[in-house]
């Protein structure tokens, strides 16, 4: 069983549909993040969480480290938040080594 | 198939020194990206290689280059360390095609004192 599953693996969306990912880890973590990752592009670091919930226009992270879960939320989703979402966690006390998920492959429809 | 390698693991400098990390991807990979992983801003994108070339840059100043040579290994320099630049650098390889999955290393963990 992988450290970090996320789910779905693959979600397509109508444009303006909310959106939610989620990410669940079996490990103790210092820190989780969510990224993303456009076609051809590098990997953008979206939010880094340790507790709560955090916002950014239309992204929403939110974590519960009793449940070890995250999720993702994209409201009013656009096409252009088409994009590989990738959930990763700091594993407590090991020098900021990241464990990956696989990654959820959003495309949302005009 | 061997995963990412990077090299050192581990780096102590001090400021105003220079330092070379370098990263050898899965063997067929032709794209080689770099990333920088601190506390307080989580990651961040440096550049990516592809066949030999740039190909893409992240927002980091001049002082952060690197390059890729023929058989797709890939060298980061930063030149004048700052205290600012002790962070966990990501090598990252890929076939380099559109949406590809990434594979990265195990980061070198670079301490300016």
């Known amino acids: 069983k992988n450290e970090v599953e996320q789910s779905p693996q693959n979600l397509t969306a109508q444009e303006g549909e909310f959106i939610t990912i989620n990410c669940s880890y079996s490990?103790?973590?210092?820190?989780l993040h969510w990224l993303q990752q456009h076609p051809g592009g590098g990997i953008v670091s979206l939010f880094m969480?340790?507790?709560?919930?955090k916002k950014h226009g239309r992204l929403i992270a939110t974590i519960n480290i009793q449940e070890k879960h995250s999720s993702l939320h994209i409201t009013a989703s656009h096409p252009r938040d088409s994009a590989v979402y990738i959930c990763?966690?700091?594993?407590?006390?090991?020098?900021?080594?990241?464990?990956w998920g696989a990654g959820t492959k959003l495309i949302i429809k005009p | 198939k061997a995963g990412v390698t990077q090299t050192p693991r581990y780096l102590i400098k001090t400021r105003g020194q220079q330092v070379t990390l370098s990263c050898s991807p899965i063997?067929?990979?032709?794209?080689v990206s770099w990333y920088q992983q601190t506390p307080g801003q989580g990651l961040q994108f440096l550049f990516e290689?592809?066949?030999?070339?740039?190909?893409n840059k992240g927002n980091f100043p001049g002082r952060f280059s690197g390059r890729q040579f023929s058989n797709s290994r890939s060298e980061m320099n930063v030149s004048t360390l700052e205290l600012g630049d002790s962070a966990l650098y990501l090598c990252?390889?890929?076939?380099?095609?559109?949406?590809?999955?990434?594979?990265f290393g195990p980061g070198t963990r670079l301490l300016v004192l």
């Open positions: 490990v103790g973590i210092s820190a």
């Open positions: 290689y592809f066949s030999e070339t740039q190909r």
């Open positions: 990763a966690v700091e594993r407590r006390d090991s020098n900021y080594q990241l464990i």
């Open positions: 990252a390889s890929s076939l380099g095609y559109y949406q590809e999955t990434q594979y």
């Open positions: 063997s067929g990979h032709r794209s």
């Open positions: 969480l340790s507790s709560g919930k």
